[in-house]
């Protein structure tokens, strides 16, 4: 028996596959469940869905926070300013340029040369001050020549008179020898006498005349003389000289300007603003009710001016198809800070609001994007894109259409931030403005409510 069952082993090699296949199998039976083999492979598989199930499971549990963090880190982030309760000041902007009330200018009647210069730049003058003088010995001379020729007139009325009563007491005589003997003097004596007792009286009516016409010479030579020296017309300031010592004035051809003065520049100035003839109605308006004006100029950063408005004048300038109207300030010197030629930059102060609640203009300006609004404003969005389109189409409206929707101007929207990060609209009217706020006529929005204005740039 023991021979018999006794065998020698076979060699891996020569088994071959199926001996491999068998010595798999016999390592396997170990784990055989039931006498059947292959079961590890069902363990594998277990194990496998066991491990999908529990990462599954973790996806799932996760996604709520994950959802939410992303929804988080992509919504975004609005930039807000609060409502306000203040004043508000609605103003006109404009420039103007300083000019003073008056400006005279001081010229030459007669020609000659600048022999005295007594006046210079910014000098204070009076009224009556001499200023130049013209070299006045030609007119001095013609002063003597008028002079004597009047004294040669007035001698020969003189003469004149001298022979006229001569010649009438000749005539005189020869009526009254006339008288006792007519046949003593003949009748062409007596017309003779009394022809030239004519003649001598129209002498004497020509002298007269020529005394006249001597006398005008004279105080034509007069007033030249006088015109030698420059006076100053009133008192004020001396804004420019335009002349210097030595030179020869030509006034026959053209009057000369030798200096400009401006009276009264310590007690007032004039700014001369121009103002669209869309606010002229305003301008008109601050000026019944007496609103001030204040400006500033460049020499005095710091300071602000106020003055009122003196004119609204009715000479318009188009440049360029726009219409303005001067208008024109007056404003307090005493200082003589404001000089002729300096550029204002001038505000009207055309409305004004006290303790109101005001909104900043940026927060008007907003438009926001569909999807960051709550769906049940959506539609206030798509109205404003109807009305863009139309816009784009070319549809203008009518004059009454214009004028309603003046007033229709002024329902606008502003916008706050609710709880779920989407935006909510607020209606509003507004009124007037400034640079920076504009005041809430009607609309639920009270002050410290955090208006948006703008979307937070996205960080680095």
């Known amino acids: 028996m023991d021979a018999i069952h006794a065998r020698e082993p076979i060699p891996d090699a020569a088994r071959g596959a199926s001996g491999r296949r068998l010595a798999a199998e016999g390592r396997g039976g170990a784990g055989m469940i039931d006498g059947r083999p292959g079961n590890h492979r069902m363990r594998g598989f277990v194990k496998f869905v066991a491990i999908l199930a529990v990462v599954g499971g973790a996806a799932a549990a996760g996604w709520g926070p994950a959802a939410a963090w992303w929804a988080a880190r992509t919504r975004p982030r609005f930039d807000t300013l609060p409502a306000e309760r203040g004043d508000v000041i609605e103003v006109i902007n404009s420039t103007g340029t300083v000019e003073p009330v008056q400006s005279v200018q001081v010229g030459a009647f007669v020609s000659g ?10 000098s204070e003058v009076k009224e009556g001050d001499l200023l130049a003088e013209i070299d006045p010995r030609t007119y001095e001379a ?17 003469r004149c008179q001298a022979k006229l009563q001569q010649a009438r007491r000749e005539e ?3 009526l009254a020898l006339a008288e006792r003997n007519s046949k003593s003097i003949s009748d062409s004596e007596l017309d003779q006498a009394q022809f030239t007792r004519i003649g001598l009286e129209a002498e004497i009516v020509m002298s007269e005349a020529a005394i006249e016409q001597a006398e005008a010479n004279l105080e034509t030579s007069s007033t030249n003389l006088g015109y030698t020296r420059i006076v100053a017309p009133g008192t004020g300031g001396g804004v420019d000289r335009k002349v210097e010592l030595g030179q020869t004035l030509a006034s026959q051809f053209q009057t000369p300007e030798l200096f400009v003065i401006a009276p009264d520049m310590r007690r007032e100035m004039r700014i001369f603003g121009s103002v669209d003839e869309a606010d002229i109605g305003r301008i008109r308006r601050a000026q019944e009710s007496g609103k001030p004006v204040q400006f500033s100029v460049d020499a005095y950063p710091g300071l602000v001016f106020e003055g009122s ?22 404003t307090p010197n005493p200082d003589l800070k404001l000089l002729p030629g300096m550029t204002a930059e001038i505000s009207f102060e055309v409305d004004r609001r006290d303790d109101v609640v005001k909104v900043p203009n940026a927060a008007l300006r907003f438009y926001p994007a569909r999807d960051h609004v709550r769906p049940a404003d959506r539609a206030i969005l798509d109205g404003r894109a109807l009305e863009a389109d139309d816009e784009a189409r070319g549809q203008a409206p009518s004059a009454a259409a214009k004028a309603d929707a003046e007033t229709e101007r002024r329902r606008r929207h502003v916008w706050v931030v609710e709880p779920d990060g989407l935006l909510r609209a607020i209606a509003v009217v507004t009124g ?8 809430i006529a009607s609309g639920e929005v009270e002050p410290g409510a955090r208006l948006v204005v703008g979307i937070a740039p996205a960080d680095e």
């Open 113 to 122: 040369q600048i022999v005295g210069l007594h006046a210079d730049f910014n």
């Open 142 to 158: 013609n002063v003597s020549r008028d002079r004597a020729a009047l004294a040669a007139r007035r001698a020969e009325l003189e």
């Open 432 to 439: 007037i403005g400034d640079h920076r706020a504009t005041e």
């Open 309 to 330: 408005i003196a004119q609204i004048r009715l000479s318009s300038t188009t440049s360029q198809n726009v219409v303005t109207y001067p208008v024109v300030i007056a």
């Open 172 to 174: 005189d005589r020869a």
